[in-house]
């Protein structure tokens, strides 16, 4: 079964940091554009960021730019999301998406369950 298992989600006060992990199970990344992406209660689905199949291509939603870096670990079939000055507006469910077709993880094919990431004082 293909997979993808996001970790490293939980509670922290505003101001901190956190690294998200997204590991792949049952196929390899480095084929795919990895993104992630965040939805809060009540509100849409967002795109964060994405990270194309050689790391030579990041892209960052404008509200993390300057807080969240996007990165991958191909030997280790994983991607990394390390938030850092984290304000209460990020908190979310965040999940991780690979893409086989677009440097700019516009349709991603396999999805992961999301981790909880919460951001209250």
């Known amino acids: 079964q293909l997979q993808l298992v996001e970790s490293g989600g939980g509670l922290v006060q505003p101001g901190g940091s956190l690294r998200l992990s997204c590991a792949a199970s049952?196929?390899?990344?480095?084929?795919?554009?990895i993104g992630w992406f965040r939805q809060a209660p009540g509100k849409e689905r967002e795109g964060v960021s994405c990270i194309s199949s050689t790391g030579g291509i990041t892209n960052y939603a404008d509200s993390v730019k300057g807080r969240f870096t996007i990165s991958r670990d191909n030997a280790k079939n994983t991607v990394y999301l390390q938030m850092n000055s984290l304000k209460t507006e990020d908190t979310a469910v965040y999940s991780c998406a690979a893409d086989i077709y677009s440097s700019y993880c516009e349709n991603p094919d396999y999805w992961g369950q999301g981790t909880q990431v919460t951001v209250s004082s």
């Open positions: 049952g196929f390899t990344l480095d084929w795919y554009s």
